[in-house]
């Protein structure tokens, strides 16, 4: 799942923990919560579900601004409706 690392980083410096600190209590490890920060790697769902839990947010709030062309979650949700005229993967 995509992750916005630096987000994170900034949201657990603002909380005053420190990675090791936090990565032990996400049940993850310093040095792949160090990764994660600086977006070299993304974390499993259920990982980075647990990251927001200790960051007491949404996973949303960790993830990247969607303009709906990189996963098609926006576009397919607004495609539907004109697929009849087949116009699929032609969208603006």
Known sequence: ???DGPRIRQ???TSGRGLRNFAAAAGI???HLSRIERGETDPQ???LARI???LGCDIGDLTPETN???DGHLDHARS???DDEGSRGAHP
């Open 1 to 3: 799942m995509k992750a």
């Open 11 to 13: 949201r657990r410096e």
């Open 29 to 31: 490890s310093a040095s």
């Open 45 to 47: 769902p259920e990982a």
């Open 52 to 54: 927001a839990t200790h």
């Open 68 to 70: 709906g062309d990189d």
């Open 80 to 82: 539907r409706p004109d």
